[in-house]
């Protein structure tokens, strides 16, 4: 039977695990299948420059068509799997037909989670995820006068920025009572607040969206809860991703809100591997060390994904790198190294006003995450100084002004 | 197009023509020449396409701002005086002949 490794997702962590296993040696045959018509591309940019017209696709491709030949990785776009066959040890296509392998990667990542409110499937509505969702959205953008964004995550915040850099009148709407709640302490929440709101974006908290109202089979506003509505051209969706784990459920593998597996990467089966969005795995930087963890970053696909290919490739190695996380909105960009925890002791320094500060999380007086904001020096520190989860004293860390390594080695 | 030649780390040299405008990190990237990973895609977050400025063609490199000096200060490899991200060297005309040398590491 022919060796073959066939990876079901053509995503950032698809594509990154077929060239690791190429790279580790791996000699059989390497299919990897997408759903999606284009060849693997980057999605930061989507919110980004992408969106902003800035960034061609071919831009934005992963890796050449070259790339791909020379590595010997059969690509197989527009293909969407509909079931995996554990027995048989095979996958169904779609189209009609089986692809066999021997052994299997999921990289499928994770579904946009869509507004779910009357009027949510008006011409002028529009989520984010694919490059199809950006592309229909962009389209849209030259006759549009007034956006209203749902959502006050990252996603959102980062429509935002782009769609009031392109001149549109834009609110925000955020159910919770400050901006990206999940992510961000309340300082954090709160500055990001200002930030937009001096670009000119109106920025609603605790905006319960009804509906859409529709005029003409086109989005006219968005009515609010209280009975607010607020006119719009169209309404941009940004509440968040769930992982797209029902091929493997539907194959019987562990599954819990995301695929399960261990720190190499491998689910319940161990011909089986899954890796990026729609991996649920041990993190030892959550609050509890070692719980089954959801990451949805591009760091996060690229890393699992060549822990994952070690694993298929039968040298497998542990899953342990610092997470990190960017968000460009405006010219600020904000970085986050760790995992943060609602309790975390938040000790902040630099200088917000200056848009250049961070805060740091203290867990057990140890360093846990940093969030930075126009600080590259203290991301970047942050990420190797994570590692040794260094002691650090509050009262020194606020009024301390130099590196943050120094504050560490101190500390 | 300008060509632009990478000494990898078993020594080895590879030559890219590429596209004015392209950077050269997202030409390696996509070719996936080993050695440069530019995992964030050249936004300036991730330090992971770092090079050693062998020798610059007829041209000058495009001079060095805050950030990514800043950013310099945590790659994975020893920053030297001749280290670049090469997500920030834009191809011209006047960089065909640029030599860079690949660090022993990106992470």
Redesign the interface.
């Known amino acids: 039977m022919t060796d073959r490794l066939v990876v079901v997702g053509a995503s950032h962590a698809g594509c990154r695990l077929a060239f690791a296993a190429r790279e580790l040696g791996f000699a059989g045959e390497i299919v990897l299948i997408g759903a999606e018509p284009t060849p693997p591309y980057q999605r930061p940019p989507l919110s980004k420059g992408y969106l902003k017209g800035a960034t061609p696709l071919a831009a934005i491709l992963l890796k050449s068509e070259a790339a791909f030949h020379e590595a010997g990785i059969a690509l197989r776009l527009g293909t969407p799997v509909t079931a995996i066959d554990r027995t048989a040890r095979t996958v169904a296509l779609a189209s009609g037909g089986a692809i066999a392998w021997s052994r299997l990667a999921l990289t499928t990542g994770a579904r946009v989670r869509r507004l779910a409110v009357p009027g949510a499937d008006l011409a002028g509505v529009f989520h984010m995820r694919d490059l199809a969702d950006a592309d229909a959205l962009g389209a849209a953008l030259p006759g549009a006068a007034r956006a209203v964004v749902v959502g006050g995550g990252f996603i959102g915040l980062e429509a935002a920025a782009v769609l009031r850099g392109l001149g549109l009148a834009v609110t925000v709407l955020e159910a919770a009572d400050r901006l990206a709640p999940r992510a961000f302490p309340p300082l954090l929440s709160a500055w990001l607040k200002t930030l937009h709101e001096s670009r000119g974006v109106d920025v609603r908290l605790g905006a319960q969206l009804r509906e859409i109202v529709g005029r003409d089979g086109r989005v006219a506003a968005a009515g609010l809860a209280d009975g607010h509505e607020i006119a719009c051209d169209l309404v941009v969706v940004g509440i968040g991703v769930v992982p797209a784990d029902d091929l493997a459920r539907d194959a019987g593998l562990a599954v819990d809100r995301g695929i399960l597996v261990d720190a190499h990467g491998l689910t319940s089966d161990p011909a089986i591997a899954a890796a990026g969005d729609c991996a649920r795995h041990p993190n030892p930087w959550a609050a509890t060390p070692g719980a089954p963890t959801l990451l949805e970053s591009v760091q996060n696909a690229h890393d699992q994904a060549r822990v994952a290919a070690a694993a298929l490739v039968g040298r497998p190695i542990v899953h342990d790198a610092v997470p990190w996380f960017w968000s460009d909105q405006y010219d600020t960009r904000i970085q986050m190294a760790g995992l943060s925890h609602p309790d975390d002791e938040i000790v902040l320094r630099g200088d917000p006003a200056a848009g250049r500060f961070s805060l740091l999380h203290l867990r057990d007086g140890r360093l846990a995450a940093v969030d930075s904001v126009g600080w590259p020096q203290d991301h970047m520190a942050a990420r190797r100084l994570l590692i040794d989860r260094p002691a650090i004293d509050p009262e020194r860390a606020g009024r301390h002004d130099g590196g943050l390594a120094d504050l560490c080695r101190i500390g | 197009m300008t060509d632009v030649t990478f000494i990898l780390r078993d020594g080895s040299r590879r030559t890219l023509d590429i596209a004015e405008g ?1 950077s050269v990190m ?1 030409a390696a ?4 020449l ?1 050695g440069i ?1 530019g ?3 050249g ?5 992971t396409c770092h090079v050693y400025v062998e020798a610059i063609g007829t041209g000058a490199l495009p001079p060095m701002d805050e ?1 990514e000096n ?2 310099l ?2 790659v994975a490899a020893e920053r030297r005086p001749e280290s670049r991200l090469s997500c920030q060297i834009l191809a011209t005309p006047g960089l065909s002949g640029l030599v860079l040398r690949v660090p022993e590491r990106q ?1």
């Open positions: 392209t997202q990237v996509m070719e996936n080993k990973d995992e964030c895609g936004c300036l977050s991730c330090a950030e800043a950013l200060d945590g992470v």
